[in-house]
């Protein structure tokens, strides 16, 4: 497993994901209040290079190009696991930014063109016909003006609004919004959970955050395999939308995967994860005053800095 235990893994992914979402809702706030565009691409760009700045083995992933998104229906492709020699979990993602002209938030129908396929089913058909299976998920961007910002979350403690910036729901779920299937909700946050419940929250409170029947109340053990775990997330968000939309059964598949099955290319990005050291810019920037000998004398912060007061009426 490495020098980190899947528990310690999970606990930095969690804390990078929660980073990079409170990113997402301050720039979904700060682009409303100035007014300029902020796009679905612009923010999964800024989300991935966010991501990339904290290598491990434990999350690797590759950005599609435009071509290929049209084939996969996603913008990008995670694996979760504990390093080379472990299981893995690949994970398709389609990222959607919540927009006040879309009945329900969120465009699960684009292109909205009858002539074309939809992305959703592209993303979930693609899913599943690769070799080996992957899961087939949603990114959901939200900020302050979101009608409905989600914020179930199995923590005593719940973490602040901007935490809960992006959310996940199974791309089940979303076909079944678009669909406007009977027993579904048009909300998509009542299908989905803030995207670092995948690895910090216990899998079998996931589903039951929504109150959904026959939740395990037994804890899993925090040493099993970080691959397992995602996988019982998302299983366990599956099964919410299997249970109101009446999806068969069939439809719920495991894809986690033993090392063998890996493709060489994520092997050999997991490989250079676990090898790459890269200095952090706050410690390049500690190390700096540190040889300088300016602490005391220069004191300034690399984080956001807080948001501009709303102009006064009057």
């Known amino acids: 497993m490495g020098q980190f235990s899947s528990y310690d893994l999970r606990r930095q992914l969690a804390g990078r994901f ?13 682009s409303d209040r100035c007014g300029a565009g902020l796009k679905e ?17 434990a999350l690797s992933f590759r950005a599609y190009s435009h071509t290929e ?23 398709r993602v389609q990222a959607k930014r919540w927009r006040t002209t879309v009945a329900g938030g969120y465009d699960f129908r684009y292109p909205n063109d009858s002539s ?3 992305q959703v089913d592209t ?23 979101t009608k409905s910002l989600h914020s179930h979350c199995c923590q005593p403690v719940p973490p602040p609004e ?19 299937r009977s027993g579904v909700s048009a909300d998509a946050n009542d299908y989905a959970v803030p995207l670092h419940c995948l690895v910090l929250c216990e899998p079998s409170w996931v589903g039951s955050m929504h109150s959904a029947p026959g939740a395990a109340t037994e804890p899993v053990p925090d040493d099993v395999p970080l691959s397992w775990w995602v996988n019982s997330a998302l299983t366990g968000l599956q ?3 299997i249970q109101d939309a009446h999806v068969a059964a069939a439809d719920e598949t495991s894809v986690v995967m033993n090392w063998q099955q890996v493709p060489d290319g994520v092997q050999r990005l997991v490989r250079f994860e676990q090898d790459e050291v890269r200095a952090e810019p706050d410690d390049q920037l500690k190390t700096y005053l540190d040889d300088q000998r300016l602490q005391g004398l220069i ?3 690399l984080r956001a800095s807080p948001a501009p007061e709303e102009p006064r009426q009057g």
Do not use: Q
Request: net charge neutral.
């Open 18 to 30: 929660m980073t990079e979402a409170a990113r997402v809702y301050d720039d979904l706030r700060d």
């Open 41 to 57: 691409e612009a923010i999964t760009s800024n989300f991935l290079i966010g991501l990339s700045r904290h290598a491990t083995p």
């Open 69 to 91: 998104e049209k084939l996969t229906g996603a913008d990008w492709e995670w694996w979760f696991g504990d390093g080379p020699g472990t299981p893995y979990v690949g994970v």
């Open 116 to 118: 074309r396929p939809r």
């Open 123 to 145: 993303l979930i058909s693609a899913a599943r016909a690769s070799t080996p299976p992957r899961a087939a998920l949603y990114c959901l961007y939200s900020g302050p003006r």
């Open 162 to 180: 901007p935490a809960l910036g992006i959310s996940v729901i199974p791309a089940l779920a979303a076909r079944a919004i678009a669909d406007r």
């Open 239 to 241: 099964n919410l939308i």
């Open 299 to 301: 004191t300034f912060s």
